[in-house]
């Protein structure tokens, strides 16, 4: 269904459907599963009794056919409403049963417990048809995940304090009568919930619905291989989910004699367990997708299962024992399968077509209780059969739980081929799950999304800055559309600090490179540029002469980074005719990355050019260090000089010091003919090196190193980079420059050890 409400009507409407959850949840602890389940054994009811109780849970599923049939007579909502008030009211026979039981009458009683149980579910099953159409309906928009998982929190909160509320009540062995007045209560709350969701405004049918029949739904999803693949998951999952969260009540009765209060008191751990899954699930879901969630639900459900199968005989005689373990079954249980069946309803409406939401949503639940009558009917006879067999009640789980485990298994097979919905791979989610700066960027997404202030968004945009993750690209996306510049500004600049970019996220910044020039368009071409996206090239390289200089020099340093060759020359003629020295030191960053030894000449230029500013040489001698392969080394000793000028000549001679101590130091193994020969070359290189540097270094005369370097040349394989810095040192215009000499000794000292390394060998 699409959302036909406006976001301030749906507003209303979720506010009312939350409301409506409270007094359902409140209502459905009262009438429906343990309390139920422990009235019919304290009536003898045997464990196949128990069996189809639960099972008219699920049957409930068989009746949403009838529901669209009276779809084409009344509004949904009207039958939502109208289903939910009978379904109450139809729980009314329990209220007898302490009257029947005291007259001896137990299979009276029991059967109007059935009675009341079956109508409670057909009429709810008749209603249901109303369920996704109206969820998806308000639930529609980007947090459709986060939402629905909230229905579930309010139900498992509520949920949990009722069952609470219900183990106080009960105590240890209450009289029947105790059920009848929860009962009455339950009832009262369910009429309420009727009423409530009866004031949701209507959900119209949206253009282009198809009406299909009941066979045609599912010839429908069975033809499509995605739909097909989840049914059969769905039908595994819900058939082991309904069998070990139904009977863990009878296990924990009957196996370990545990009192309807302590029974009722921890399904109030299994309502924290839902809760728990729930509030976890809405915080991943809208982050990571919901199939690795629902992998990993159905994981916790295993976890819980297998300690069934693999429980001591002992442990029973221990209270304490026995109360730590059901504690933790009826937990991880809920927690599991309950998360489990949560996160499957909102995959498969993420899954269907919308034109047929109304009429899959009926394939979806007749599934749903296809499987969870098999399984509930299945496992309370398996279980009889077992006791007349001869086996234990203890000894008849552990077997029934052993085939939850080979089926839980299917199901963890199975689910890994589902369609992944623009999901996280399940690797990759469960990294995030255990990632805290994912975790936290999470957090501060779910922050920026509930917050309006502009202030606030900033603030917690530099938040996301300083805590990079790749999670927030859609959120960075979204405010970078934002009418304020300071939060678009603030949105591009935190996509800066990720790793990857994905296509929307490359797109968008082109876009705003196109849109946005003068403002944040420089900072979208760094960012293009730093993470490696060629497909920007073009459009960088027009931007590269564009009158907002900042997006100009940006583009140029981007169009290095992605080693765009072809358009160095171009660059080079840009950064020569400029005038703008913000350019030209944008323009010299780009020669240090593309580290082509023919822009030296280019650099050399700029340094020629009249009274040049002193950051602006020390970017050119900080490009060439680059180009020269010594800009780590060399960079701390022009920091160095800066501190204090008047070190150049130390600091030159240090240097050459060093190369040479290093070459003394390498020549004792040197014992072969062709060593000793090479040694030979080494002693003049070495000797006439720290000459050669001092008398340029101090006296600005590079005739001397301009030799040595020619003399280097022979044996190194660059020529050009020896020929362009023997001419440099001859070049007068240019010995002025401190910066420049400081370099070119660096660089002498740095190739003579270099030499030293290669002639040497391993």
């Known amino acids: 269904m699409g959302n036909s409400l406006s976001p301030y009507h749906q507003a209303k409407a979720r506010d009312l459907y939350n409301l409506f959850n409270v007094f359902n949840s409140f209502s459905w602890q009262l009438l429906v599963g343990t309390i139920v389940i422990l009235m019919a054994m304290r009536l003898n009811a045997p464990a196949t009794i128990i ?3 639960t099972a008219m849970m699920y049957m409930a599923h068989f009746f949403l056919p009838l529901g669209k049939v009276l779809t084409r007579r009344f509004s949904i909502v009207k039958i939502y409403s109208y289903a939910w008030i009978i379904r109450a009211i139809g729980m009314s026979p329990l209220l007898l049963i302490p009257v029947m039981a005291s007259r001896n009458r137990p299979d009276i009683a029991l059967q109007f417990m059935l009675i009341g149980v079956f109508i409670f579910h ?11 159409p109206v969820l998806s309906t308000l639930a529609a928009g980007p947090d459709r995940g986060s939402y629905m998982t909230q229905i579930q929190i309010i139900n498992s909160a509520v949920g949990m304090f009722s069952s609470f509320a219900v183990a106080m009540f009960l105590g240890r062995e209450p009289p029947l009568f105790i059920y009848s007045v929860l009962f009455a209560f339950g009832i009262i709350g369910g009429v309420t919930s009727g009423i409530l969701v009866g004031k949701i405004p209507e959900i119209p049918k949206e253009e282009g619905e198809k009406d299909v029949s009941f066979t045609g739904i599912f010839k429908e999803a069975f033809s499509q291989k995605p739909i097909r693949q989840f049914i059969v998951v769905l039908m595994l999952m819900v058939l082991v989910s309904g069998v070990s969260r139904t009977f863990i009540t009878v296990y924990a009765r009957e196996v370990f004699n545990q009192s309807d209060g302590m029974v009722s008191l921890y399904s109030v751990f299994g309502g924290l367990g839902n809760l728990m899954v729930g509030l976890l699930i809405k915080f991943l879901v809208d982050r990571i997708g919901v199939k690795p969630i629902y992998i990993c639900c159905v994981i916790c459900g295993l976890v819980g299962i297998i300690p069934v199968v693999f429980f001591p005989q002992g442990g029973i005689d221990n209270p304490t024992t026995v109360v730590l373990y059901l504690t933790f079954l009826f937990f991880i249980l809920n927690f599991g399968f309950l ?8 995959y498969f409406i993420a899954l269907s077509p919308r034109e047929l939401m109304l009429d899959m949503g009926i394939m979806y639940f007749f599934v749903f209780g296809i499987a969870g009558v098999a399984g509930s009917l299945l496992a309370g006879v398996f279980l009889d059969v077992f006791t007349t067999l001869g086996l234990s009640r203890f000894l008849s789980f552990k077997v029934l739980f052993a085939i939850l485990i080979v089926l839980t298994g299917i199901i963890l097979k199975l689910q890994k081929d589902l369609t992944p919905l623009g999901s996280l791979p399940f690797k990759g989610a469960l990294e995030v799950m255990f990632s805290y700066r994912d975790l936290k960027a999470i957090t501060i ?17 530099e938040a996301l800055h300083d805590n990079p993750s790749q999670l927030a690209i859609k959120g960075l996306l979204d405010r970078a559309r934002s009418p304020r510049f300071s939060i678009r500004s603030e949105s591009i600049r935190a996509m800066e600090t990720l790793e990857i970019l994905n296509e929307n996220a490359e797109k968008a910044l082109m876009s705003d490179i196109i849109t946005n020039p003068y403002t944040t368009a420089y900072i979208s071409a760094r960012i293009l540029g730093n993470h490696g996206c060629t497909s920007a090239i073009p459009l960088l390289r027009e931007l590269a002469m564009s009158d907002d200089y900042m997006l100009a020099g940006e583009a140029i340093i981007a169009l290095a980074r992605l080693k765009d060759e072809a358009f160095r020359p171009r660059i080079e003629e840009i950064i020569v005719k400029t005038g703008n020295p913000r ?9 240090g990355i593309y580290k082509s030894v023919n822009s030296l000449s280019v650099l050399l230029d700029i340094l020629r050019e009249k ?6 040489r020390d970017e050119v001698v900080l490009a060439m260090a680059s180009i020269l392969g010594t800009e780590k080394h060399f960079y701390p000793l022009l920091v160095r000089y800066l501190e204090d000028e008047s070190l150049a000549p130390t600091l030159a001679m240090d240097e050459a010091e060093s190369a040479v101590e290093a070459y003394a130091a390498s020549v004792g193994g040197w014992k072969s003919a062709e060593r000793k020969v090479i040694h030979k070359q080494g002693v003049r290189l070495a000797k006439t090196l720290q000459t050669a540097i001092q008398t340029y270094i101090r ?7 301009s030799r040595w370097i020619l003399e280097l040349k022979s044996n190194s394989g660059n020529y050009l980079v020896h020929m362009i810095l023997s001419e440099v040192t001859l070049d007068d215009e240019l010995a002025g420059y401190t910066r420049l000499r400081l370099l070119v ?6 190739k003579m050890r270099h030499w030293t390394e290669k002639k040497r060998g391993p």
């Open 51 to 53: 069996g189809v109780i």
């Open 122 to 132: 057909a009429s709810r099953g008749t209603g249901m048809i109303a369920n996704n």
């Open 339 to 346: 998360g489990a069946e949560g996160i499957a309803q909102t």
């Open 445 to 461: 997404l779910d922050r920026l999304s509930k917050n309006g202030a502009a202030e606030e968004q900033e603030a917690l945009l």
């Open 583 to 591: 350019l030209k030191i944008m323009g010299v960053e780009a020669f």
């Open 611 to 616: 009274d040049p500013p002193p950051y602006l």
């Open 699 to 705: 006296d600005k005369h590079g005739v001397a190193l």
């Open 745 to 750: 000794s660096h660089w002498a000292a740095y």
